[in-house]
C-alpha cells in the first residue's frame, strides 16, 4: 500500500511516499530555516505562505520522480495538528482537495505521533532529499551545522538485506517515547503505534524552545540548537553548576523556563553576550554547562519512566533528539538501555512519519472527509485507537 504524506505544521514543506508503513520511496523537506532566521524564529504568516507556494509543486515532483500518477497512491495522509494552524491549514486543506478530487482516502495523522513512529522507517539514501530555500537578505547568515548533523542519510536496510525487505523492528512494545522537539517535551508510554500513553510533559518551555532562547541570549543566531551545539564543543559541562528543573520531583513532567532564567544571569555576571561570545573557551563553558543541564534532565526522567514501566527501551525522537551529546548520554546516564534514535533526517520534521504511521490507522479512515480541520492544539488522545 502506497501512501503520499503531507507535513506542513512549522516551518518545513514535507511529502513523502511510504510503502506500507515503513519503507520510504520518497522524503522531500523544504527547509524555510533562512527565511525567518533574521527575524529569530518562524513567523507563522510567511511559514504559510511558503507552504503555499511550495506543497503542489512539490507533490508533482515527488510523483515524477518516481514515474508515477495520481491514481498509483493508495491513500494521503497529512498532519492534522498540532502547530500553527495558518501552516497546517495549507496542508490539510490541499490533501482534502486532492483526495476528494481523486477519490482516495485522506488519513489525518497527530504529528506528535508520527514523531514517535519515526524509528520504524527505513528507505535508501536516495529517498531523501533536503531543499533550504533561500532568502533574497543578503545578510542573512547560511546555516551552518556540524557535518554528522546535516541529514543526508537515511537508515539503511542490514547490510547484504535487499532492499525492499523490511529490517526487524527497532524496539518492541510497550517502550517509552521521549519526544524532544521545538514545541514539544514529553514522556509517552508507547503500547502500539496508535495506542499511545501520554505520562508526562513540560510544564512550560520545551527542551528545543530552550535551547533556541539561549541561542537567542548569546546571539548566535537562529536555529539555536544546532548552533549551541556547536559552541558547546570542547566546554566543560561542569564548568557552571546550572539547575536541574523538576529533575527529582513533579513526577514525569519536565520544566525549562528556569533554566533559561539562569543561563540569563549567568551570561549577564558573566559580562553579557559579547563578553562570552568574544571568549571561545568561555562559549563554550557555557553552552556545554547548558546542554548537560538540559540532558542529564531529559536522561533522569526517562530513567524514572522505564524503571517504573517495566521496559529497558527507549525511543528519543523530535529534532533535538540530533544532538550528539543527547545520542551519547544515554551510555551515561542509562546504562543497560536500549535506545534508538531515527538518523537526524528523521528527527526533525518529515512526511515521511506522517504517511508512515497512516499506514497503522488507514482502516479508521476509508473516506474522504471533507470536514476534516486543522487544530492548533490537537490533543493526542483524538487519535482512534
Ligand atoms: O521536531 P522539530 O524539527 O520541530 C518541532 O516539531 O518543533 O524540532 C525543532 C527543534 C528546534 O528547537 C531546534 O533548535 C532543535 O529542535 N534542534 C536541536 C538540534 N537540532 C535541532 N536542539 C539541540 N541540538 C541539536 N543538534
Ligand atoms: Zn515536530
Same mark, same amino acid.
Given at each position: 500500500?502506497?501512501?503520499?504524506?503531507?507535513?506542513?505544521?512549522?516551518?518545513?514543506? +514535507?511529502?513523502?511516499? &511510504?510503502? !506500507? #508503513?515503513?519503507?520510504?520511496?520518497?522524503?522531500?523537506?523544504? +527547509?524555510?530555516?533562512?527565511?525567518?532566521?533574521?527575524? *529569530?524564529?518562524?513567523?507563522?504568516?510567511?511559514?504559510?505562505?511558503?507552504?503555499?507556494?511550495?506543497?503542489?509543486?512539490?507533490?508533482?515532483?515527488?510523483?515524477?520522480?518516481?514515474?508515477? &500518477?495520481? $491514481?498509483?497512491? $493508495?491513500?494521503?495522509?497529512?498532519t492534522?495538528?498540532?502547530?500553527?494552524?495558518?501552516?497546517?491549514?495549507?496542508?490539510?486543506?490541499?490533501?482534502?482537495?486532492?483526495?476528494?478530487?481523486?477519490?482516495?482516502?485522506?488519513?489525518?495523522?497527530?504529528?506528535?505521533?508520527?514523531?514517535?513512529?519515526?524509528p520504524?522507517?527505513? #528507505?535508501?539514501?536516495?529517498?531523501y532529499?533536503?531543499?533550504? @530555500?533561500?532568502?533574497?537578505?543578503?545578510?542573512?547568515?547560511?546555516?551552518?551545522?556540524?557535518?554528522?548533523?546535516?541529514?543526508?542519510?537515511?537508515?539503511?536496510?542490514?547490510?547484504?538485506?535487499?532492499?525492499?525487505?523490511?529490517?526487524?523492528?527497532?524496539?518492541?512494545?510497550?517502550?517509552?517515547?521521549? &519526544?524532544?522537539?521545538?514545541?514539544?517535551?514529553?514522556?509517552?508510554?508507547?503500547?502500539?503505534p496508535?495506542?499511545?500513553?501520554?505520562?508526562?510533559?513540560?510544564? $512550560?518551555?520545551?527542551?528545543?524552545?530552550?535551547?533556541?532562547?539561549?541561542?537567542?541570549?548569546?546571539?548566535l543566531?537562529?536555529?539555536?540548537?544546532?548552533?549551541?551545539?556547536?559552541?558547546?564543543?570542547?566546554?566543560?559541562?561542569?564548568?557552571?553548576?546550572?539547575?536541574?528543573?523538576?529533575?527529582?520531583?513533579?513526577?514525569?513532567?519536565?520544566?525549562?523556563?528556569?533554566?533559561?532564567?539562569?543561563?540569563?544571569?549567568?551570561?549577564k555576571?558573566?559580562?553579557?553576550?559579547?563578553?562570552?561570545?568574544s !571568549? %571561545?573557551k @568561555?562559549?563554550?563553558?557555557?553552552?556545554? +554547562?547548558?546542554?548537560?543541564?538540559?540532558?542529564?534532565?531529559?536522561?533522569?526522567?526517562?530513567?524514572?519512566?522505564?524503571?517504573?514501566?517495566?521496559?529497558? %527501551? @527507549?525511543a528519543?525522537v523530535? *529534532?533535538?533528539?540530533?544532538?550528539?551529546?543527547?545520542?551519547?548520554?544515554?551510555? $551515561?546516564?542509562?546504562?543497560?538501555?536500549?535506545?534508538?534514535?531515527?538518523?537526524p533526517?528523521?528527527?526533525?520534521?518529515?512526511?515521511?512519519?506522517?504517511?508512515?504511521?497512516?499506514?497503522?490507522?488507514?482502516?479508521?479512515?476509508? *473516506?474522504? !472527509? @471533507?470536514?476534516?480541520?486543522?487544530?492548533?492544539?490537537?490533543?493526542?488522545?483524538?487519535?482512534?485507537?
Amino acid at each position: 500500500m502506497l501512501i503520499l504524506g503531507i507535513e506542513t505544521s512549522c516551518d518545513e514543506t +514535507s511529502v513523502a511516499l &511510504v510503502e !506500507d #508503513g515503513r519503507r520510504i520511496l520518497a522524503n522531500v523537506v523544504a +527547509s524555510q530555516v533562512q527565511l525567518h532566521a533574521r527575524f *529569530g524564529g518562524v513567523v507563522p504568516e510567511i511559514a504559510a505562505r511558503s507552504h503555499m507556494q511550495r506543497l503542489i509543486p512539490m507533490i508533482d515532483d515527488v510523483l515524477n520522480t518516481h514515474g508515477l &500518477v495520481f $491514481d498509483d497512491i $493508495d491513500a494521503l495522509a497529512v498532519t492534522l495538528g498540532p502547530g500553527l494552524v495558518g501552516a497546517l491549514l495549507i496542508g490539510v486543506e490541499t490533501a482534502k482537495a486532492l483526495a476528494f478530487a481523486r477519490r482516495k482516502p485522506l488519513i489525518p495523522v497527530h504529528h506528535i505521533a508520527g514523531h514517535l513512529y519515526s524509528p520504524f522507517l527505513y #528507505g535508501n539514501d536516495s529517498a531523501y532529499r533536503l531543499i533550504v @530555500l533561500e532568502t533574497e537578505d543578503p545578510q542573512t547568515e547560511p546555516l551552518s551545522r556540524p557535518r554528522e548533523s546535516v541529514p543526508t542519510a537515511m537508515p539503511r536496510p542490514a547490510a547484504g538485506a535487499p532492499e525492499t525487505v523490511a529490517p526487524d523492528l527497532p524496539l518492541h512494545f510497550p517502550y517509552i517515547g521521549l &519526544v524532544v522537539s521545538g514545541g514539544h517535551t514529553s514522556l509517552i508510554r508507547v503500547h502500539s503505534p496508535t495506542q499511545l500513553e501520554p505520562i508526562g510533559e513540560t510544564v $512550560d518551555d520545551a527542551a528545543g524552545e530552550a535551547f533556541d532562547k539561549v541561542a537567542k541570549l548569546l546571539d548566535l543566531g537562529y536555529p539555536g540548537g544546532p548552533r549551541v551545539e556547536i559552541c558547546a564543543c570542547g566546554g566543560n559541562p561542569a564548568a557552571f553548576p546550572l539547575p536541574r528543573p523538576m529533575m527529582h520531583g513533579g513526577g514525569y513532567d519536565f520544566s525549562f523556563s528556569g533554566l533559561k532564567t539562569a543561563s540569563m544571569k549567568l551570561i549577564k555576571d558573566l559580562g553579557g553576550a559579547d563578553k562570552v561570545r568574544s !571568549d %571561545e573557551k @568561555l562559549l563554550a563553558d557555557v553552552c556545554a +554547562s547548558f546542554q548537560e543541564a538540559v540532558v542529564e534532565v531529559l536522561m533522569k526522567k526517562a530513567g524514572t519512566a522505564l524503571k517504573h514501566s517495566g521496559t529497558r %527501551e @527507549l525511543a528519543v525522537v523530535g *529534532g533535538v533528539a540530533c544532538n550528539g551529546r543527547l545520542r551519547s548520554a544515554v551510555a $551515561d546516564y542509562l546504562p543497560g538501555v536500549r535506545a534508538v534514535f531515527p538518523p537526524p533526517s528523521l528527527c526533525t520534521d518529515n512526511a515521511a512519519m506522517i504517511a508512515g504511521l497512516a499506514y497503522h490507522l488507514r482502516d479508521h479512515y476509508p *473516506g474522504c !472527509d @471533507l470536514a476534516m480541520n486543522a487544530s492548533a492544539g490537537l490533543p493526542l488522545s483524538l487519535l482512534p485507537a
